[in-house]
């Protein structure tokens, strides 16, 4: 079974500032997707970024960038110029593209602040 | 284009009644995903349906069942409640392309369940 590590309960970081969200995980799979979702007080999941595995290159999206090591089974979330939206909590997921199945495993979350 | 919907925002139950949780993906998306957000367990797999069919479960009990109808839209339905079961149930949809299964799950808001 896999699972997912986010081993920062909570963080914060000032306005216009750079945080890195640590996320580990653990798998024996070598086909697999990573994802960050942001789950903001509004309770509505949305979708950051995601991350194939066979890619080497780390993905970006706008102010949004991982830092996969595969080998290490890590898979980092760096903000920059941080906002007052994206205060939220960060969830990390991975999933297993081939075993036939496409459930989502989750961490335990970090919640991240932006103080103004 | 409309997100997923779940409905209803809210429901409170008591011990021992059956709860009905609905949802209805967007448009063009044939897979459905319920998850269960416990406060201290995070976010967990509960059900996939695809096409109309039970594709897969998580480590759930049999009074957690559910159902896919023609046009994708989804039902939860959780029996015997117990006190337990309150959470947030976040239900998540994602298309099919050519026969496979893309990775990007969309959520929508999710149902509080609240058993007293």
């Known amino acids: 079974a896999q699972t997912v590590t986010q081993s920062q309960p909570e963080m914060s970081v000032q306005e216009a500032e750079t945080v890195t969200l640590s996320c580990t995980y653990d798998t024996s799979e070598s086909n697999y997707y990573l994802f960050w979702y942001k789950q903001p007080p509004s309770r509505q999941m949305i979708l950051v970024i995601r991350q194939e595995a066979y890619k080497q290159q780390n993905a970006t999206e706008n102010r949004f960038s991982v830092n996969f090591q595969k080998a290490a089974k890590s898979f980092s979330l760096k903000i920059s110029d941080s906002q007052l939206g994206d205060t939220a909590m960060y969830f990390c997921a991975f999933m297993n593209s081939g075993a036939g199945s496409y459930q989502l495993t989750f961490g335990k979350g970090t919640k991240l602040s932006v103080i103004p | 284009e409309a997100g997923v919907t779940q409905s209803p925002t809210h429901l409170i139950k008591t011990r021992g009644q059956q709860a009905t949780l609905r949802c209805s993906p967007i448009?063009?998306?044939?897979?459905v995903y319920w998850y269960q957000q416990a406060l201290g367990l995070g976010l967990q797999f509960l059900l996939w349906?695809?096409?109309?069919?039970?594709?897969n479960r998580g480590n759930f009990p049999p009074r957690f069942s559910g159902r896919q109808f023609p046009n994708y839209s989804s039902e939860l339905n959780v029996n015997a409640l117990e006190l337990e079961d309150s959470a947030l149930y976040l239900c998540?949809?994602?298309?099919?392309?050519?026969?496979?299964?893309?990775?990007?799950?969309?959520f929508g808001p999710g149902t509080r369940l609240t058993v007293l």
């Open positions: 349906y695809d096409e109309g069919e039970e594709r």
């Open positions: 998540a949809s994602s298309e099919t392309t050519s026969g496979m299964y893309t990775d990007t799950q969309y």
């Open positions: 448009s063009g998306h044939t897979s």
